[in-house]
């Protein structure tokens, strides 16, 4: 077997990987987003049995190891008659993921608006719409801002788990070269390395839009 050394080529090779980890954390906050706010705004709902078939969805979904979640989208579904790219069946579970966390950031941002926010537009007349999109939705963004910045965060670090279905990202990149040239603490520190300078800067910056929007002291 012909091995070589970690070079110049398998860096590109990461980096090249990476456009995909990115690709698929923009799809998951996309289409995990879209649901999470129609679960948010189902938990608030005065319909019990929504805010309840809501609830259950996200206790099943934080209760779930993404892996698994993985696992029965592309091979149980496979059984079924299925059988998805590696690509969509990362996409559909990592949207699934996130929509089960971000409805409950959400649900507990939107119930965080002062509740005499809630009263003086019911005393104007408001309908329900109207009080979110005038009044509740806004102050709520705000105070989501900082929450949703910290996950998105671990949604890109969460996509190494697809590398178990053969979707090349970034740490099945690494798992590749690596097989190539038997030098894990270099390949990994660099796919490590990689990870921090996507990551760091979000995580600063979800620190910074606390600070900046004074999230925890304007209640």
């Given at each position: 077997?012909?091995?070589?050394?970690?070079?110049?080529?398998?860096?590109?090779?990461?980096?090249?990987?990476?456009?995909?980890?990115?690709?698929?954390?923009?799809?998951?906050l996309?289409?995990?987003?879209?649901?999470?706010?129609?679960?948010?705004?189902?938990?608030?709902?005065?319909?019990?049995p929504?805010?309840?078939?809501?609830?259950?969805?996200?206790?099943?979904?934080?209760?779930?190891?993404?892996?698994?979640?993985?696992f029965?989208?592309?091979?149980?579904?496979?059984?079924?008659?299925?059988?998805?790219?590696?690509?969509?069946?990362?996409?559909?579970?990592?949207?699934?993921?996130?929509?089960?966390?971000?409805?409950?950031?959400?649900?507990?941002c939107?119930?965080?608006?002062?509740?005499?926010?809630?009263?003086?537009?019911?005393?104007?007349?408001?309908?329900?719409?109207?009080?979110?999109?005038?009044?509740?939705?806004?102050?709520?963004?705000?105070?989501?801002?900082?929450?949703?910045?910290?996950?998105?965060?671990?949604?890109?670090k969460?996509?190494?788990?697809?590398?178990i279905?053969?979707?090349?990202?970034?740490?099945?990149?690494?798992q590749?070269?690596?097989?190539?040239?038997?030098?894990?603490?270099?390949?990994?520190?660099?796919?490590?390395?990689?990870?921090?300078?996507?990551?760091?800067?979000?995580s600063?910056?979800?620190?910074?839009?606390?600070r900046?929007?004074?999230?925890?002291?304007?209640?």
């Amino acid at each position: 077997m012909l091995v070589r050394s970690f070079g110049l080529n398998d860096f590109i090779f990461l980096l090249e990987s990476l456009r995909w980890t990115l690709v698929l954390t923009a799809i998951a906050l996309t289409l995990g987003g879209i649901a999470g706010l129609f679960i948010a705004l189902a938990r608030v709902s005065p319909l019990m049995p929504l805010r309840l078939a809501t609830a259950a969805y996200i206790q099943i979904i934080q209760g779930s190891p993404v892996l698994m979640i993985l696992f029965l989208s592309y091979y149980g579904l496979s059984l079924i008659g299925f059988q998805l790219p590696a690509l969509v069946a990362a996409s559909i579970s990592m949207s699934i993921y996130v929509s089960g966390y971000l409805g409950d950031i959400w649900r507990g941002c939107i119930e965080a608006v002062p509740k005499p926010q809630w009263e003086a537009s019911e005393c104007l007349g408001m309908t329900r719409v109207q009080q979110f999109r005038h009044i509740i939705l806004p102050q709520a963004l705000r105070i989501a801002l900082p929450p949703t910045t910290g996950f998105a965060v671990q949604v890109v670090k969460n996509t190494s788990i697809t590398s178990i279905i053969g979707f090349v990202e970034l740490s099945r990149a690494g798992q590749l070269i690596n097989n190539s040239t038997f030098q894990p603490f270099r390949v990994f520190l660099t796919v490590a390395a990689i990870y921090f300078v996507i990551c760091y800067p979000l995580s600063r910056l979800s620190g910074w839009l606390e600070r900046k929007l004074n999230v925890g002291s304007s209640h």
